[in-house]
């Protein structure tokens, strides 16, 4: 099974603390770590953790953090495209907060100016499956509209609506897209998917952290329900439910049961401190 993630890859910063912080104040931290991050790259560790042979294509550029960014990636089997190779570029950076008390986390992110980058097209006829986080979009809907034309399943990790989703939805088989993602127009989540099956979108769902998802299979609405677990740290959550999805929808092709599965996987990784630290026993 090889799967394409093609999307957003951070450096996060991740503060772990009693409580979140006040305005005005100051917080010691009870723990920092640092590393990779973004949905498409969490996405793209889990589906390759799972068994799957995993390809990235995101911006990285030359910088002061490379060291740490091809430290980080080269500890997984995953081949790297840069949409920025060669060219100098900030780095697209998170410092997330965690409340050690609920598990929720907070997130700031810098993303620096747009710079003018490569359209890196992989061969789809050499893929099985692609997600899309909504990130470097431009270049995303040309890899989509090949992948479509060669009938590789589409994915779309929809955590908000942006400029051109529009252009890129007509190219995507499945959406699975958060409680922030509205259309312009829809006000209700449960108008979403309706929305998304208009712009021919087969089958779409709505996670809502550990809520019930809501689902819609070829015009028919379901709830899939979320396994409750004991809540450490949320981060990466949503980003390891699509890289399990999309290895458990290549194995059987069932929408509903891939959907359940990825919501155990990821219901399982909130026990433990860090979008990783759950690869060690699962």
């Given at each position: 099974?090889?799967?394409?993630?093609?999307?957003?890859?951070?450096?996060?910063?991740?503060?772990?603390?009693?409580?979140?912080?006040?305005?005005?104040?100051?917080?010691?931290?009870?723990?920092?770590?640092?590393?990779?991050?973004?949905?498409?790259?969490?996405?793209?560790?889990t589906f390759n953790h799972l068994g799957g042979?995993?390809?990235?294509?995101?911006?990285?550029?030359?910088?002061?953090?490379?060291?740490?960014?091809?430290?980080?990636?080269?500890?997984?089997?995953?081949?790297?495209?840069?949409?920025?190779?060669?060219?100098?570029?900030?780095?697209?950076?998170?410092?997330?907060?965690?409340?050690?008390?609920?598990?929720?986390?907070?997130?700031?992110?810098?993303?620096p100016p747009k710079f003018s980058m490569k359209?890196?097209?992989?061969?789809?006829?050499?893929?099985?499956?692609?997600?899309?986080?909504?990130?470097?979009?431009?270049?995303?809907?040309?890899?989509?509209?090949?992948?479509?034309?060669?009938?590789?399943?589409?994915?779309?990790?929809?955590?908000?609506?942006?400029?051109?989703?529009?252009?890129?939805?007509?190219?995507?088989?499945?959406?699975?897209?958060?409680?922030?993602?509205?259309?312009?127009?829809?006000?209700?989540?449960?108008?979403?998917?309706?929305?998304?099956?208009?712009?021919?979108?087969?089958?779409?769902?709505?996670?809502?952290?550990?809520?019930?998802?809501?689902?819609?299979?070829?015009?028919?609405?379901?709830?899939?329900?979320?396994?409750?677990?004991?809540?450490?740290?949320?981060?990466?959550?949503?980003?390891?439910?699509?890289?399990?999805?999309?290895?458990?929808?290549?194995?059987?092709?069932?929408?509903?049961?891939?959907?359940?599965?990825?919501?155990?996987?990821?219901?399982?990784?909130?026990?433990?401190?860090?979008?990783?630290?759950?690869?060690?026993?699962?």
């Open positions: 099974m090889k799967g394409l993630f093609f999307g957003l890859l951070t450096i996060d910063l991740h503060f772990y603390t009693d409580h979140y912080p006040e305005e005005n104040s100051k917080i010691k931290a009870k723990k920092f770590d640092s590393y990779i991050g973004g949905p498409a790259t969490n996405a793209a560790i042979n995993t390809e990235l294509i995101t911006a990285i550029g030359k910088n002061n953090f490379n060291s740490m960014v091809y430290e980080d990636i080269g500890q997984y089997e995953i081949e790297v495209k840069d949409l920025l190779a060669g060219e100098k570029a900030d780095p697209v950076f998170a410092s997330i907060i965690t409340s050690e008390a609920t598990g929720e986390r907070t997130i700031f992110s810098y993303h359209t890196s097209i992989e061969q789809a006829s050499e893929l099985d499956i692609a997600l899309f986080d909504g990130f470097y979009i431009e270049a995303a809907i040309e890899q989509a509209k090949l992948c479509r034309k060669h009938g590789i399943t589409t994915v779309l990790d929809g955590g908000s609506w942006k400029k051109q989703t529009d252009d890129l939805l007509q190219y995507i088989d499945i959406a699975i897209c958060s409680e922030d993602f509205l259309p312009p127009g829809v006000i209700h989540q449960t108008d979403v998917t309706e929305y998304l099956m208009k712009k021919g979108v087969k089958n779409a769902a709505i996670t809502r952290g550990n809520q019930a998802i809501i689902v819609n299979e070829g015009q028919v609405n379901l709830i899939v329900e979320v396994p409750k677990t004991n809540v450490i740290d949320t981060l990466g959550a949503g980003d390891i439910f699509h890289g399990a999805f999309c290895h458990f929808y290549l194995k059987d092709q069932n929408f509903i049961n891939s959907l359940e599965k990825a919501a155990q996987v990821a219901s399982y990784s909130c026990q433990f401190q860090g979008p990783t630290a759950w690869m060690d026993s699962y």
